[in-house]
């Protein structure tokens, strides 16, 4: 309970622009739930997924391999599908390959330009909480007030600069993890992709 009156507290002396980042704080905290659970659902049985498609292919069971697509309903079964589909030449393939990928790596980005845009903004609403800080300072020194005073409005400064490094610092982790899984994911499909054109221009 301490704890929690000790936030309080310090959310309190932070001054107004405590409120936006609390918002933006919440913001990045929801887009990282929302964002888990799609990226763990799409991402579901992959290792199975490619080892089933890879058997599949180089066993030249096409037929097979869009069962597998059908039995595990993710972002990269979708990708391999499509491809699938047209699976009778071998251009044609790659073109449902990369335009299905496109299309589901939109899906994998979305919120990501948001958590960019809070690692940008958090800072500089802390910066402005230490110049409104400052001038309630500089603004009780014409008025002659006390220590305590000139100290409230340095603690405000310094309260809001650091929850703003804070929120940023979270969003920047948040970001930077699910941007890497992107980039795992698009190349671990590109590779998988890659085998089945091989296997089809091979037979």
Not at 40 to 48: A, Q, T, V
Not at 99 to 122: C, N
Not at 170 to 178: D, E, L, P, Q, W
Not at 191 to 201: D, G, H, P, Q
Request: proline share 1%.
């Amino acid at each position: 309970m301490d704890g929690l009156q000790y936030c309080l507290h310090l959310f309190k002396s932070g001054g107004v622009v405590m409120y936006p980042m609390l918002l933006l704080s919440i913001f990045t905290v929801a887009i990282a739930i929302e964002r888990c659970f799609y990226y763990r659902g799409n991402r579901k049985d992959s290792k199975k997924f490619f080892v089933g498609i890879e058997h599949a292919v180089k066993e030249g069971q096409w037929e097979m391999a869009s069962q597998f697509c059908e039995k595990f309903p993710t972002a990269i079964s979708r990708i391999i599908a499509n491809g699938l589909q047209h699976n009778e030449n071998v251009d044609d393939m790659k073109d449902g390959f990369a335009e299905q990928l496109t299309v589901e790596a939109v899906g994998f980005r979305r919120y990501l330009d948001y958590l960019s845009a809070i690692v940008t903004i958090s800072p500089l609403l802390g910066l402005l909480g230490t110049v409104t800080g400052m001038i309630g300072t500089f603004s009780v020194l014409d008025n002659g007030a006390g220590a305590s005073a000139i100290t409230g409005g340095v603690g405000e400064a310094l309260i809001a600069t650091a929850s703003g490094l804070c929120v940023a610092i979270v969003s920047f982790c948040v970001y930077t993890y699910f941007d890497h899984q992107l980039d795992t994911i698009i190349t671990d499909t590109e590779k998988l992709c890659a085998i089945v054109l091989n296997e089809r221009k091979e037979k």
